[in-house]
Structures are given as structure tokens and as C-alpha cells.
């Protein structure tokens, strides 16, 4: 083919692409939410234009009409009915809820009368002919529209956002939410509006995309691919511009064209070079935003089991009754059954929940968004199957020859295998959050589907498919259906109860904490980075097995048909939405209602519908906990029932000493004359502003050293700058030791401990898991012993929760203990704060603004606290506060900062009365140094305050 012709077709195909990641920044532009549903949100209108002019010979320019008014309707429809009701939810909610959207499409699309009489005939075009307006190029009546109709399109829609109020406000809107409101038009309507473009023009460009395939039969297979391009040409753009976004998708149209003319012995390569250039946009754009604000703690919230309940047998074997009476079903089932095929379907059921027990893990534990999951049980699949027939490698001239594993050898060499390889992605991931992940591991998904599935290691000789037969697991026969269903259902139970096991120790609560606030979960000695490695290693690993086991049951992995593609990525993140994200028994639900449901009633048509596309919506929209959250409520009522017969509640235990094992620390104390902090000319600069313009102090032995300083003078960043939190140049030495190149969690190791002016703590974690994941400071919790119920494990963990519970008891919180700390008073959060620097076995406290926040009633209390927390750690302290009063009376010495420098520094007193101290920071009024009618904290040794009464929710 000349080249002329090449990159123009290329360059063609290129402004659709273009135009539908046009349609991806409008959207994202007004609502903050990357749309899924964007390819197929136009298959709406144009199957049903198909439909119009082929089946019911309607004439070409009105079924046009018709089908973009059915578009756009469709498009304001999911705004309506959807994206508007989740306005406040999380911005990954509303993306997984775009994929609702999207397979809600293709089943709208396929409820229309069938055009299968009419399959010789093509999608319909405006004209017929060819034009050649040059020796070697010659243009289409479908690629004539398409040069029509999408630069007419873009400018018609830079006309709108620039020159119309409601454009504007859409423009504006992404930046300045409340701009769309001073301009007296509700974010409502612009939302609406905006979705309503969306799907005109997502149906514009379907119809042209499917004039362009001219096919009638493929129409409703451009998914993934188109989606993916059209995503990477929307993240090049940064999802801001629009004008990036048209010339991006061009560049790509350009890319797919150079890549499959040069390499067309190698389908699908052009999607791993679309990967790559999605990898590299995703880097770019993350790089230097530490972390995205939207979270994705959708998680349904489950009560604990209050203590006192916990002594009623059946409460405590409540949760497991339900599990075990569905293990009871799936024992007798393929028993009354017969049928082979059946036996087959089971199964798959089954292999369908472990892949989705890793997405329980990595998106609703960790709280990694992956739409490619599914990629690593594919690969899990193929690996298992070719290291079963024997891999034979050829480096130059050397060919390595290995004997094929046994089945069990295959799948769990294969599983450990996609536990390594999620390992080596994650790390790539750490940086990437929320919606951006969700993007890459698209791309990822689409990228093995296309092209690793396809890599000759992976077949059996000479075809294109992979064969993975069973014989014998363990000297058992598993070469029937029903025998090999057992063998799963099996392993299934112990993936359950593994992960069931790791959400209730340390290793699910490092996790949800680092998900929640990494910064604190650092503070407390667990480092983000290592945690999330080993999630995405652990549902790699999961997902991997569930993959190889599902290749087990169909014995035959086809590339690219039927299982592991991208689309069943995204249906194994609506089974654990629909089951209930986070929860264990949420992937066993979701994965029979999904996969399930439909295939028990193969002849109904709107189940499919009802299970994943509807469903998912509803669900989202009524039960955002999932269908456990339906058990979790029955069981609470239950739970209520039970406390009332139990009669009235003790009162909280309080413990009138302090734990000693816990608050002694172990480490030796630091030699008396020698600072255990100090910092040499530290300096901390943001862009072109310097915040800390070199500090240099030292913190003694058992001393409280106090920081003041205007707002903004750079107390909080010079916090950050020791705990390791920012970047900064100067030295910090701990303990006699430098850690100026340290992370925040070795920092903390080394016995730094931290507390945060926001007091965020970890929202939905409970007081006591709280206290417990700073009690990993004492002992950590290893994955792999635990995962194995290795004996000491229990003990660990019961001594962890004895020793929580000792601190609980002894800061007042006895009563908060189950409480989850995103529901306690900023007080409350306070003092649990404080119990967790007592759990950490730290030398030298960091407290910023301990508290602010707090009434001034119960700020009094705080200083007779701090106190006795050093004497009971024997720890130093430095302390950020605006309260004079409570950091003149508690403090040893006192520093005082101003833009960036220390002006002042020395006993409370003089601090308090240099002049300098007085002009930039306390003035002369005497009401803002000392509290109207209250004197200064007192020093000497106050009994413990009842934290119980400061802490009042
Ligand atoms: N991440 C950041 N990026 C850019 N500038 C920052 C950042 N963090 C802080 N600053 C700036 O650095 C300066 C010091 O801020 P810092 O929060 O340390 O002050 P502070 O003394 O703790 O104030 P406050 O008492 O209000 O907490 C401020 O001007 C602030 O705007």
C-alpha cells in the first residue's frame, strides 16, 4: 500500500478517535469522572440508525435525526438517572458506575429486532463512490464524512464552550466548581447538558466509525479497542484539553496505521504500543501530584461484633452460618445434578469468585481501582497450561527444554508466577491512584488480550489455542467435571478463609490504612509503598490461580474468546460492587448473581440484564453496600435483638495505670547530654517559595519543646521535613543517628512518632484496629504466616488485641473501642491519636497542633495528658500549638518561627517577652497570650484528666 494512502487512513480513523476523547474531557471537564461508557453510549443510536435504514428503509438523513436524537436523549438520561445522583459519591464510583452504563448499552442494543436477515448488507452511507484526488490516494464516501463531519463537529463545540453561558460555565466549572453557580446556572444542568453532548456526539461517532467498518455484524464489537485509544488520547490531553485531546487521537490513528503496516506478521502489537503511550501519558501526568483527592473508601461499612455480644455462642458463629449453609448447597448440588455441562458451569461460577476475591482485596481493601484483573488470570491460565505441556525456550542457538510440570505443579507455579508479575506492574503503579490506575490497567487488559495472549509460548504447537488437561490432583481422579468442581470448590474455601483470616490481622488493616491515610499509616511505621506491593502480589497471585483453574475446567484456553478479555475485567469489578466490595463473602455472591443467574435461566432475557448492567446501576444508586450489606443489616437487627436481652451495659472498663509492657519502651535510653533531635540548617522549598529557610534546633532528652509561629510560617512543613513528609535539604539527626535520606516509616522505625493537624487517622477503621496497626511498631504482621495459620500467629494477634485494648481502657476510650474513627467528635479522634503514639514504643513525639479542633473546655485537659504521656514513654517531644496558654505551660523551651526562620528561642518566659516574638506573632494584646480566667496548664504531677470526659463524642 503507498504510504500516502497509509497514514491517510490512519490519520482518518484518527479524528474519530480524536472526537470520542473529546467527548471524554467534556465530561471529565464537568464532572471529574472518566467515562467508561463512552464507546458505547453511541452504540444506542447508531444500531438503532442501522436499524432505521436497513430493516425499515427509512431514509438516511432522517434516521440520522432520529438516531442522534436517540443518542443525546440516552446521554441525558444517564446524567438524570445516574451520574446526578452520585454528585457527591466518589469520583471512582461514578466510573464504575459508567460501566454499568456501558453494558447497560449493549444491552439495550441488543434487545433491538435482529438484523440477521440483512447481514450481506452494509452499514449505511451518505454516498457511494470514490474520489482520488491524488495519483495515490483515494478517499471513501465513509471517509469523506468523516472529513466532513468531525471538524464540523469540533468547531461546533469550541463554539459552544466559548461563546455560549453554558459552555462557559462548563469550561470554567472544572476549575471552579462554584463559578457555575455565580453564573446563576445550577451544576446540575451543566451536568446534564454535558452528558447530553456526550452522547450525540459518542453516537456521531459510532455511526461514522461503523460506515468507516462498513460491516452490519460489528457493530457492537468496537468496544474495547476504540475505548482504549480514545482514552489514551483523552489522558494526553490531560483530560483538559480539547484541542490535544482531537490532535492525540490523530497521532494515534497515525501510530496504529505505521505499526500494523510494518508488523503485520504481529497482530495486536499496535495495542501494546498503545499501552506504552497510555504508561507514559499516565507517568506524566501524575508526576509531582503525591496523591489524588478522590478516594475510593466505598467499602460497605461492617460493624464488629460488639465485646460483651461476642460471649453468645450464636453471635459468634452468626456470620459463618450463612457461608456454611451455602457451602452445604454447593456440596449437594452437582450430587442431584447430572449433567456434565452443569457440573462445567459450577465451576466456572466458582473460578469466577476467586479471580473476584482478588478484586476484593486490591480495589476494596487497598483501594487500587483495577480494570485489568482479569489479564492476570489469563495469564495465569496460559502460563499453567504451557509449564503442563513442557516450555521449550530458544535463546540464539541454545534451546532450553523443560518437562512438563503436573496439573496442582502448573497452577501453583502459574499463580506465583502472576503474583510476581502483579508485583512488577504495582511497582510501576505505586505512584498512580483513582482514576488514572483505572485507565492503565485498561490498557493493560486490552494490550494481553490483543497481543501477549497471542505469543506462540503460549499454544500448542501449531494452533492457536492452549490445552490444559487434568488427570489426577494428590492421587485423586479429577478428570470428570463433578470431581474437578470439588477440587475448586475446595480451593475456593481456602482462599476464602486465607483472606477472611488477613482482613481481621494486621495484614487488612495495614492495608485499608494505607488506603486511608498513608501519611499516618507511615507515621505509624508502615510503609505504603511495601504494603501495596504486596496487595497487588497477593490478588496477582489470587487472581492468577482462579484463571488457572477456570483453563482447568474449560481444558482449553482459545486467545481472545470467551474468557479472560477486557470486557470480563470490568464484569469482575460489577461482581464484587454487586456482592459488596471489601467484603469476603461479597465475591461468592456477586459472582453467583452475575455469572450465575443469567446461566441458570439461560432462556430469560432480562436477567442478564437485572445481574450485571441494571443491577450494577441499582445497586449502586439504592445499596451502595452490596448484596451483603442486605445480610450484614439482618444480622445487626439480629445483634440488636440480642444486646437488649443481655440487659444494661457494664460501664466501660477504665485502667487507673498505665500498661507498662507497652508504654516502657525497649529501646536503651539516649545518653543524657546529647539532643535526641536535632536538625542542621533544614530547608523546605515549594516551587519558588521557601517554607523553611534553614531551621536548626535540638530537642533534649525528656524535654517538650514547643513551636509557635504565625500561620504560615512553616511550623507544619518543618514537622514534614523531619518526619521525612517533604523533600528537604539539611540534616536531621534522631537518636545521635542521620536520617535526613530516610522514608517516613523507616523514620518512624528508628522511634520518631508523628501526629497530624487534620487527625484523619484512618476514617473506616475502628479505635482499636486504629491502635493496633501502631502496635505493628512492636511486632509485625507477616503475610505469609498468617495467610499459612501459622500457631504463633494467633498468639500475636491476641496479644496485639489485648494490648490495644489495655490502651483503649487506659486513654478513657473503653467505650469507642468498636466505634469506626470517621464517626468520633475531632476530640475524640484526638486522644485516640495520642493512644496511638503510646502504641508506638517511640523516643521523640512530633505533635502538630494537638488540638486544634478541640473546645476550649477540653483543650485544657490536653496539657495535663501530653505531660503524663512523656512520663509514662520517658519520650521527648516537639509541639506545634496555638493555644499559648496550654505550649507556654507544658513546655521546656520554646522556638518561635517566622516565614521560614526561627526569630526566637529559650525558656517559655522569654520567648513570650521578646520583642520580636510580640510584633510578628503574639502582639501586645494580653488576652491572646493568657486565657480569659484560666491560668497556665499545671506543671507538676497532675493525676491523668478522664479522657472519657475530654472526649465526648
Ligand atoms: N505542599 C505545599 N505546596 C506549596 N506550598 C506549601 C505546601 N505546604 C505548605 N506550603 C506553604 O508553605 C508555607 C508554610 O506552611 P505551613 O503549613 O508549614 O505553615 P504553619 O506554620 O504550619 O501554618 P499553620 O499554623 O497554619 O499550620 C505556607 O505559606 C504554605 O502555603
Request: glycine share 8%; with cysteine.
Amino acid at each position: 500500500m503507498p504510504t500516502t494512502q497509509l497514514l491517510f487512513d490512519g490519520a482518518v480513523t484518527g479524528l474519530v478517535i480524536g472526537l470520542l476523547a473529546m467527548g471524554i474531557v467534556l465530561v471529565h471537564r464537568s464532572s471529574r469522572v472518566i467515562n467508561f461508557a463512552v464507546a458505547n453510549m453511541g452504540l444506542v443510536g447508531s444500531v438503532l440508525f442501522a436499524l432505521l435504514v436497513v430493516r425499515y428503509h427509512v431514509p438516511y438523513w432522517a434516521a440520522l435525526v432520529v438516531a442522534l436524537a436517540a443518542g443525546t436523549a440516552f446521554g441525558a438520561i444517564v446524567d438524570l438517572a445516574v451520574v446526578r445522583r452520585l454528585f457527591n459519591a466518589p469520583r471512582v464510583i461514578v466510573l464504575v458506575a459508567t460501566i454499568g452504563v456501558a453494558q447497560l448499552a449493549l444491552t439495550i442494543v441488543a434487545a433491538y429486532p435482529d438484523l440477521d436477515d440483512h447481514t450481506t448488507e452494509q452499514y449505511p452511507v451518505p454516498w457511494t463512490g470514490t474520489w482520488s484526488p491524488l495519483d495515490d490516494l483515494e478517499i471513501n464516501s465513509a471517509q469523506l464524512s468523516i472529513l466532513i463531519a468531525v471538524p464540523a463537529t469540533a468547531l461546533a463545540l469550541s463554539w459552544f464552550l466559548g461563546r455560549t453561558v453554558l459552555g462557559k460555565t462548563v469550561k470554567a466549572s472544572a476549575d471552579n466548581p462554584e463559578l457555575a453557580r455565580l453564573q446563576g446556572i445550577s451544576p446540575k444542568i451543566v451536568s446534564t447538558a454535558v452528558w447530553a453532548i456526550a452522547g450525540l456526539v459518542a453516537t456521531l461517532c459510532l455511526i461514522l466509525i461503523s460506515a468507516q467498518n462498513k460491516s452490519l455484524t460489528q457493530i457492537t464489537t468496537l468496544g474495547p479497542t476504540t475505548l482504549l485509544r480514545a482514552l489514551a488520547a483523552a489522558v494526553i490531553a490531560r483530560m483538559v484539553s480539547f484541542r490535544i485531546a482531537l490532535a492525540a487521537g490523530i497521532g494515534l490513528g497515525l501510530l496504529q496505521a505505521f505499526v500494523q503496516f510494518n508488523w503485520l506478521d504481529q497482530p495486536g502489537l499496535s495495542d501494546l504500543v498503545v499501552l506504552v503511550v497510555v504508561l507514559v501519558a499516565v507517568f506524566t501526568v501524575s508526576r509531582g501530584r503525591d496523591t489524588e483527592t478522590s478516594s475510593f473508601s466505598f467499602a460497605p461499612k461492617v460493624k464488629p461484633v460488639p465485646e460483651r455480644l461476642r460471649q453468645v455462642w450464636w453471635v459468634r458463629h452468626i456470620a459463618r452460618s450463612g457461608l456454611l449453609l451455602l457451602g452445604v448447597v454447593a456440596i449437594v448440588l452437582p450430587l442431584l445434578v447430572t449433567q456434565p455441562s452443569r457440573h462445567l458451569l459450577y465451576t466456572v461460577i466458582l473460578a469466577y469468585a476467586i479471580c473476584a476475591a482478588s478484586v476484593t482485596i486490591l480495589t476494596g481493601w487497598a483501594g487500587q481501582l483495577s480494570l485489568g484483573q482479569m489479564a492476570f488470570a489469563g495469564l495465569g491460565a496460559l502460563t499453567a497450561a504451557s509449564l503442563n505441556r513442557g516450555l521449550r525456550l530458544e535463546v540464539g542457538d541454545t534451546v532450553y527444554a523443560f518437562r512438563g510440570l503436573t496439573f496442582p505443579a502448573a497452577v501453583l507455579v502459574a499463580s506465583l508466577f502472576t503474583a510476581a508479575l502483579a508485583a512488577l506492574v504495582g511497582a510501576g503503579a505505586l505512584r498512580v491512584r483513582g482514576l488514572l490506575l483505572a485507565v492503565s490497567t485498561f490498557a493493560f487488559a486490552v494490550a494481553c488480550e490483543q497481543y501477549l495472549y497471542r505469543r506462540d509460548v503460549f499454544h500448542d504447537e501449531g494452533t492457536s489455542s492452549a490445552s490444559f488437561p487434568r488427570s489426577t490432583v494428590l492421587g485423586i481422579d479429577v478428570s470428570t467435571q463433578r470431581a474437578y468442581y470439588y477440587l475448586v470448590l475446595a480451593v475456593l474455601v481456602v482462599v476464602l478463609i486465607v483472606v477472611a483470616r488477613l482482613r481481621r490481622t494486621g495484614v487488612g488493616r495495614t492495608t485499608i490504612g494505607v488506603r486511608d491515610n498513608p501519611a499516618t499509616a507511615a507515621a505509624y511505621t508502615v510503609a505504603a509503598a511495601r504494603v501495596k506491593l504486596r496487595t497487588f502480589a497477593l490478588a496477582g497471585g489470587i487472581a492468577g490461580l482462579g484463571g488457572a483453574l477456570l483453563a482447568g475446567a474449560v481444558q482449553s484456553v482459545p486467545y481472545a474468546d470467551k474468557y479472560f478479555l477486557s470486557p470480563d475485567s470490568l464484569t469482575l469489578v460489577a461482581i464484587v460492587v454487586i456482592g459488596g466490595l471489601g467484603s469476603v463473602s461479597g465475591s461468592v455472591l456477586g459472582a453467583l448473581w452475575v455469572i450465575g443467574l443469567p446461566a441458570f435461566m439461560p432462556d430469560n432475557e432480562l436477567v442478564p440484564l437485572l445481574t450485571s448492567s441494571l443491577g450494577l446501576l441499582i445497586l449502586l444508586l439504592y445499596f451502595p453496600g452490596g448484596l451483603v450489606q442486605i445480610g450484614y443489616s439482618a444480622r445487626d437487627a439480629l445483634l440488636g435483638w440480642a444486646d437488649k436481652r443481655l440487659g444494661a451495659e457494664p460501664a466501660p472498663k477504665t485502667a487507673t495505670s498505665a500498661p507498662r509492657g507497652l508504654t516502657r519502651t525497649t529501646r536503651p535510653a539516649p545518653p543524657a547530654d546529647q539532643p535526641v533531635l536535632a536538625t542542621t540548617d533544614v530547608r523546605v522549598r515549594f516551587g519558588g517559595k521557601t517554607a523553611v529557610d534553614g531551621v536548626s534546633l535540638e530537642v533534649r532528652p525528656n524535654e517538650i519543646i514547643g513551636l509557635i509561629g504565625t500561620n504560615g510560617a512553616g511550623k507544619s512543613t518543618l514537622m514534614n521535613a523531619i518526619g521525612g513528609f517533604v523533600t528537604a535539604t539539611g540534616t536531621v539527626e534522631l537518636l545521635g543517628r542521620d536520617i535526613s535520606k530516610a522514608a517516613p516509616a523507616a523514620r518512624a522505625r528508628l522511634g520518631l512518632g508523628r501526629t497530624f493537624q487534620a487527625a484523619t487517622l484512618f476514617p473506616e477503621l475502628t479505635v482499636r484496629e486504629t491502635v493496633q496497626i501502631a502496635l505493628e511498631a512492636r511486632g509485625r504482621t507477616s503475610l505469609l504466616s498468617t495467610a499459612l495459620h501459622l500457631p504463633h500467629t494467633f498468639t500475636r494477634e491476641r496479644a496485639k488485641r489485648a494490648d490495644a485494648d489495655d490502651l483503649v481502657d487506659f486513654l478513657g476510650l473503653g467505650r469507642y473501642a468498636d466505634a469506626f474513627v470517621g464517626d468520633l467528635s475531632t476530640g475524640t479522634r484526638r486522644i485516640v491519636e495520642l493512644a496511638g503514639l503510646l502504641a508506638l514504643d517511640a523516643r521523640v513525639l512530633c505533635l502538630d497542633e494537638p488540638t486544634a479542633g478541640v473546645a476550649q473546655r477540653e483543650t485544657e485537659a490536653f496539657g495535663p495528658l501530653i505531660q503524663e504521656i512523656r512520663r509514662e514513654l520517658g519520650a521527648s517531644m516537639l509541639v506545634i500549638e496555638h493555644d499559648m496558654p496550654l505550649i507556654m505551660g507544658i513546655s521546656d523551651r520554646v522556638y518561635c518561627l517566622e516565614t521560614g526562620r526561627v526569630i526566637a528561642s529559650g525558656q517559655p518566659d522569654d520567648v513570650r517577652n521578646d520583642p520580636k516574638v510580640i510584633a510578628s506573632y503574639l502582639g501586645t494584646d494580653e488576652r491572646a497570650i493568657e486565657r480569659s480566667g484560666s491560668a497556665p496548664a499545671d506543671r507538676s504531677d497532675t493525676a491523668l484528666p478522664s479522657a472519657e470526659a475530654t472526649a465526648t463524642a
